[in-house]
């Protein structure tokens, strides 16, 4: 009995201990759930390792140590808890988009196409196409990724995810509007994610709303249990915005966690070259440089400290690195030139920059690099040409400092550009290279006073060379004194006769003071010396247009063309004036002449995309448009041209946006103010429509197109009278087509069918050739049911118009019962221009017809209807053709199909009335 006691006891203890295992493995779970949520993944890994340790094969516990990997971006271990669940039996749903983040996170992205999704449910499908979409586009293929996120959303458009990574795809594309207005949802919905936030981060920065983004990378910091990514980034954002403090402030704490981080190696060695601390920042940049592609900015600033420490073999492999990944990299030329004077390749040198200046004219920093490298070679004349051509930009515009413009001038607050200046200068007693430079270096800071005392002891020593005199009248102007300038560029002239540099200066005075006809003669004289001089060529192209001789324009133009095949300038400006003057293909033509070289810039892509919107190639446009808006997203023009782009190609959805976003960009911006205001009247969206006008009243209250809306509006309210008024207000400031026909059809529009008529008579007593106001002249006729008056209108617009097909097809129409013969020849003229009309087609039946010509008849409505099968009048038409061939069956069965879509409408076709009396006949 005892025995039997002590057993029982055992057995008790036994299973009390199995359900306290039991009972406490739960609560570990739940506790290691609770510590995902709040963000505390670490304590989550110990608590289910733990587990684990007691039940290796607990499928919750291997799950939930996934996700806590993979939160704290272990992703290697994260794959190798997600394949262990998964073999436990936890569902794809879970496994196969985290499985699939992981693989992207570890680069693995040949594994994430290969997933098959099929049989999944729709979030689990989206989220993983997203990944896919990701995955394509870490691959460099983002064509093919575009799509998957579209469907992504489709699938999923509620996952954060999904949201997520659309939002980044659109940030990419340069959707900044729709971005925020998505993001708005995302963080409505997913607010304490880390990743949510770092997003809204890289969109502030993206639109330079540099606040916002430091706000918002300091949130995600906040969330996030893994910071070291979310402060490396606010790091480099302060670095972007020379946020100096801050960006130490935080490479401080980074530093704790890790020492040779690239992206921490970067800050640090921005923070070091700030500080002149060259050395360190060479090791710092060395290290960063590991990161390849990823960063080549890295390579840029380590060809920088090597170029101030002299190490220039170092800086040339440093800088040619750089251009590797970003070829043809302004700044990045600038520097490599700057590098091979350094190592006196200066021939060299002034090959790398000369692209540059040609296709840049007023590109300061490089012009200052040509200078040395001219200096160094003793092309003393060029150099001291081009010196003061930099001092009239300067007069005209800031001169743009930076770390690196050149080693000729002070460049910054630590000077290093008079160090440079000292060391550089020691290139022979013969040449001129320090006083050119000491010039420069005042014109640099300003300095005019000095500039034109060191220019005159320069001038003095070449009294015969006109290329002082030209700096000095130069000098002068930056002074204000214009007399003293002139006088200068006199002398200049007089030494130097035709010298273009002076001329070319003395006209541009001219033409300041109004007087054209002497700046013509001075242009002339530099081509009574230089037939083929490029620069008075262009700069007489552009008087001529001035005054409106566009002959004598395109006569310039090409000679300079002729003259200088290879040439930019002269190319671009005639093809800007045969965009204006509408000759499209011809301006192509002279595009389509440039080297790829020229082609790549971005106002000749700009260009382009003009042309071909022009033409309303938009498919050519759509490209062009969305590259330049890549390069220049704060540039109003550009979105406007893209949303007009989007407009032509029927992708009404993405129109509004690119307005938006224009008129954020560019408040006065009226084009796109318009646009815009169309586009919401068109959507009936009067609230928004309104506050566009009262804008568009303010910026623009005379405008054409303003009066215009502001009658469109006034009509909805039901203000004729004050429609019209703001009609003819716009009529009279612009007197043309359209603004005539506005007002003619609001006068229709309130019986004032004598008055249209009276206004249109008016205009054409003038304007005899304006064929749109004659065809709205027939077609009032034809209201007032005068056909006689209308084919005389029509006939007269074929006389102006001889192929103008609907000016054909309705003068047959009208002649159709009688005078067929002669509408039969009108009808055949308008069908060889336009065979494929159905409007055409169907006049042609409708005389043969008339003819008793029925097969001929029956063929041409049946291809009518083909090409318009939803048009009521043409259907009706076709049962006429049946019933006069004795096909009454058929005829009904058209009948009855037309007056059921007519019901189903509920509005009338024209000859409805004529329908049911032919139906009436085929029921006897």
């Known amino acids: 009995m005892k025995l039997l006691h002590v057993i029982v006891l055992i057995v008790i203890t036994v299973l009390f201990a199995a359900c306290a295992k039991k009972e406490s493995t739960e609560e570990l779970i739940q506790q290691a759930e609770s510590a995902i949520t709040s963000n505390k993944k670490n304590e989550a890994v110990i608590v289910l390792k733990n587990v684990l340790k007691s039940e290796s094969d607990n499928a919750s516990a291997r799950w939930l140590l996934a996700k806590a990997y993979f939160g704290l971006r272990r992703p290697e271990d994260s794959e190798k808890e997600l394949l262990v669940a998964q073999r436990l039996g936890v569902g794809d749903e879970l496994i196969l988009p985290m499985l699939a983040k992981s693989w992207v996170m570890m680069g ?108 918002a990378y300091s949130k995600a910091i906040e969330l996030a249990e893994t910071k070291f990514s979310y402060r490396l980034k606010r790091a480099l954002h302060a670095i972007h915005t020379e946020d100096f403090a801050s960006a130490r402030r935080d490479a401080e704490i980074l530093a704790k966690q890790t020492e040779k981080h690239p992206g921490l190696a970067y800050v640090l060695g921005r923070l070091l070259f700030q500080e002149e601390d060259l050395q360190q920042a060479k090791t710092e940049f060395e290290l960063a440089t590991r990161a390849g592609e990823a960063n080549p ?129 020691k290139m022979g007693a013969e040449n001129h290279y320090p006083q050119v430079m000491e010039i420069l270096n005042f014109i640099q800071l300003k300095q005019w006073q000095n500039a034109l005392t060191a220019t005159e002891k320069y001038q003095s020593e070449f009294p015969e060379k006109p290329g002082p005199y030209n700096l000095i009248g130069q000098i002068y102007l930056s002074m204000s004194d214009k007399a003293k300038a002139i006088a200068s560029f006199t002398k200049a002239e007089q030494i130097n006769p035709g010298n273009p540099e002076a001329l070319l200066m003395l006209a541009s005075l001219q033409i300041a003071n109004k007087k054209l006809v002497k700046a013509r003669e001075l242009y002339n004289r530099i081509l009574e010396f230089d037939e083929n001089n490029l620069a008075a060529l262009v700069a007489l192209a552009s008087l001529e247009g001035r005054v409106g001789n566009n002959g004598a324009l395109i006569t310039y133009l090409n000679q300079a063309i002729d003259g200088h095949p290879g040439e930019l300038i002269p190319r671009f400006k005639l093809a800007q004036h045969y965009l204006l003057s509408g000759k499209f293909d011809a301006a192509l033509s002279l595009l389509n002449a440039l080297t790829p070289a020229y082609k790549d810039l971005s106002s000749v892509r700009n260009l382009y995309a003009s042309l071909y919107f022009a ?43 690119h307005l938006v976003k224009a008129v954020e960009l560019r408040p006065g911006h009226v084009p796109s103010r318009i ?191 083909e090409l318009e099968p939803k048009s009521l009048t043409i259907r009706y038409h076709h049962s006429l053709i049946l019933a006069r061939s004795g096909k009454k069956e058929d005829a009904k069965s058209i009948l009855k199909s037309v007056f059921k879509t007519n019901d189903a409408l509920g509005q009338s076709f024209p000859e409805y009335e004529d329908a049911k009396k032919l139906m009436d006949s085929l029921s006897y």
Do not use: C
Not at 732 to 746: C, H
Not at 779 to 807: C, F, M, Q, V
């Open 675 to 865: 646009a815009l205001a169309r586009l919401l009247l068109l959507q009936k969206d009067f609230k928004d429509f309104d506050h566009q006008l009262a804008k568009l009243t303010q910026v623009s209250p005379e405008s054409p197109d303003v009066l215009h809306l502001q009658a469109a509006r006034a009509n909805i309210k039901g203000e004729y009278q004050l429609s019209l008024e703001s009609l003819e207000g716009a009529f009279k400031k612009s007197p043309n087509s359209s603004t005539l026909l506005n007002l003619v059809s609001q006068k229709q529009k309130m019986a004032d069918i004598t008055g249209a008529k009276e206004l249109l008579e008016e205009w054409l007593a003038v304007h005899t050739d304006d064929v749109i106001a004659r065809r709205a002249l027939a077609s009032l006729h034809l209201t007032l049911n005068k056909p006689d008056k209308a084919i005389l209108e029509y006939k007269k617009i074929i006389g102006i118009a001889p192929n103008d097909h609907r000016a054909l097809n309705n003068v047959a129409w009208l002649l159709r019962t009688s005078n067929t013969d002669q509408a039969a020849k009108y009808a055949s003229r308008a069908h060889q221009l336009k065979p494929d009309s159905a409007s055409i087609l169907d006049t042609m039946a409708l005389i043969q017809l008339e003819k008793k010509q029925l097969s001929e008849a029956l063929i041409n409505i049946r291809r009518a209807q």
């Open 108 to 215: 693995n992205f040949e594994k994430v196409q290969a997933l098959e999704i099929e049989n999944l449910d729709d979030i689990t499908q989206g989220e993983i196409m997203a990944v896919k979409g990701l995955a394509y586009a870490a691959a460099g293929n983002k064509e093919d990724a575009r799509p998957l996120i579209v469907k992504a959303m489709e699938k999923a458009p509620d996952s954060p995810y999904v949201m997520g990574v659309n939002i980044r795809f659109l940030l990419t594309d340069g959707k900044y509007t729709q971005a925020k207005h998505n993001l708005k949802q995302l963080l409505a919905i997913d607010g304490e994610n880390e990743e949510t936030w770092d997003l809204a981060g890289d969109l502030a920065r993206a639109e330079n709303e540099h606040d916002t983004a430091r706000k």
């Open 297 to 425: 900015m890295a390579f840029y600033y380590l060809a920088l400290v090597n170029y101030e420490l002299k190490n220039s073999h170092q800086a040339g492999d440093n800088i040619t690195k750089f251009l590797n990944y970003l070829p043809g990299n302004h700044q990045g030329l600038i520097v490599a030139a700057n590098i091979e004077i350094q190592r006196k390749n200066y021939s060299r040198a002034e090959q790398i920059i000369r692209p540059i200046t040609e296709k840049s004219p007023e590109d300061i920093s490089a012009l200052r690099v040509l200078v040395s490298s001219l200096l160094a070679q003793n092309k003393n004349e060029e150099a001291i040409n081009i010196l003061s051509h930099i001092t009239n930009l300067t007069i005209e515009s800031e001169i743009e400092t930076t770390k690196l413009g050149g080693p000729l001038v002070s460049s910054s607050k630590n000077n290093l550009g008079d160090k440079r200046l000292k060391s550089d200068g």
């Open 615 to 657: 033409k309303q190639d938009y498919s050519r446009a759509k490209p062009l448009t969305l590259q330049l808006i890549i390069e220049n997203p704060q540039t109003a023009q550009y979105r406007f041209q893209m949303a007009m782009i989007y407009a032509g190609l029927g992708e009404s959805d993405k129109v509004k946006d």
